[in-house]
């Protein structure tokens, strides 16, 4: 019962609830859109290019406004902010369902409603992001962190499986469900109480301030390492998922259903490696937990880029995205809680930028890099480069802390407090 009550400790905080069981409603819908747009994209044109440059297009807008995103996050109220971008994202959903549903759709309309949607996301992921903090306390953060992570993969383990059954009736109505479930999370914003806040001047120079986030980056070591990494992680190998039409369906032979639990066997992964994380996450060595998941997840999507059955294909994907998560969880857990308040929404831009806006990299690569070497030598490149870049970077903490110039306080490992890393609301000083 004891570990019960660990998994669901942030629960005890109202706030969280509402936007805990709204996100759990909304995210459903959304993996539906998510399911439903490649392949619509992929049987109006056949094209492994165009699915990503779709991707791209819905993630590019990051790239030029997630900066913006997180200096408002810091001066404004995140919930507004989320009631704003979420309200976007809803009619969004239902101009698609209705371009479906007329047969007026075209692949350049689903481009300009990408690009759209990426840029409400650039300005939703920072204050979502730091806006956790707020609706729980810094001792929950990571339990909080870790659900959030839970229902946002098991609405990936369910709304995939639901799309493949509806793509086959009225794929429009994927998208449809989805605009109503936004619905649910917008309701739960405005029935929210969040803590009052001190007003926030306006800054002198409004592109200082949101660069400001960048340059706390560049000055903390360990943001700097855990970004870092991240960014080739999402750029070569979470980059996979916008193959996964071709993969189904070329490769594995797969229809609508079989494609849609293939996306669900990554969901269903993912989700219990959160469950794990906010059951143990408070006491599992940062370290492993970073480097060890990157290598899970690279190692088993090798494996899947090998294979042509589709039940280790299910195997492979779980187990892969058990991986990754158990990455992202303690890597996101490390970033905000070695961040001072002030600072968390800028930083968080930039955590925005790299997870969002480098992923056109990573998908007009992949759609490229498959139309002339094949979708499965595409994942296995991807996956290789993921592992050698946790190797190097954990060769390298290695050889740093070895250093004799290092010096005493950068002894500590990923995601200890040590004197350059404190967990309090002051900068603190560069440091591994």
């Not at 998994?7 to 539906?32: D, E």
Request: overall charge positive.
């Amino acid at each position: 019962m004891q570990g019960w009550r660990r998994i669901f400790s942030a629960l005890r905080h109202k706030n969280f609830r509402l936007f805990f069981y709204g996100q759990l409603i909304s995210l459903i819908g959304t993996w539906m859109d998510k399911a439903a747009e490649p392949w619509l994209v992929y049987k109006l044109t056949g094209s492994k290019i165009l699915l990503g440059v779709i991707t791209a297009a819905g993630t590019a807008p990051m790239l030029i406004f997630s900066f913006m995103g997180g200096s408002l996050a810091d001066r404004l109220p995140k919930r507004s902010i989320l009631v704003a971008t979420q309200s976007c994202m809803m009619v969004l959903a239902f101009t698609e369902a209705y371009l479906v549903w007329s047969g007026l759709v075209r692949p350049w309309q689903i481009i300009v409603l990408a690009l759209f949607g990426g840029v409400a996301m650039a300005f939703d992921m920072p204050a979502r992001q730091s806006f956790v903090i707020e609706m729980t306390s810094r001792e929950d953060l990571m339990n909080a962190i870790s659900l959030n992570s839970s229902i946002f993969n098991g609405a990936r383990l369910i709304g995939p499986a639901i799309a493949g059954l509806v793509m086959a009736k009225s794929i429009g109505l994927c998208f449809f469900v989805d605009g109503i479930s936004f619905l649910a999370v917008i309701a739960g914003l405005l029935m929210m109480k969040p803590p009052r806040r001190e007003p926030v001047a306006a800054p002198t120079s409004a592109l200082k301030h949101a660069l400001g986030g960048l340059a706390y980056v560049r000055q903390n070591r360990r943001v700097l390492t855990l970004l870092m990494l991240f960014s080739v992680v999402g750029i070569f190998g979470w980059s996979y998922g916008v193959l996964m039409p071709s993969f189904a369906h070329d490769v594995l032979h797969m229809q609508e259903g079989g494609y849609g639990i293939l996306m669900s066997a990554a969901g269903f992964g993912a989700m219990i490696g959160a469950l794990v994380t906010a059951a143990v996450g408070q006491s599992m060595p940062r370290r492993p937990a970073v480097f060890g998941g990157v290598w899970l997840f690279s190692g088993m999507l090798l494996l899947f880029s090998m294979t042509r059955t589709y039940p280790l294909a299910l195997l492979c994907l779980a187990v892969g995205s058990f991986g990754m998560m158990i990455f992202m969880s303690t890597s996101n857990t490390l970033i905000q809680t070695s961040t001072p308040d002030e600072m968390r929404g800028r930083v968080m831009g930039v955590w925005a930028l790299i997870f969002g806006g480098m992923m056109p990299i990573g998908s007009l690569f992949s759609g490229t890099m498959a139309h002339w070497v094949g979708t499965p030598a595409t994942i296995g490149f991807g996956a290789a480069v993921s592992g050698l870049a946790a190797l190097v970077t954990w060769l390298s903490i290695r050889r740093r802390r070895a250093s004799p110039e290092s010096g005493a306080p950068r002894t500590g490992s990923m995601g200890e407090t040590t004197a350059e890393t404190p967990i309090a609301t002051t900068p603190p000083t560069p440091g591994a």
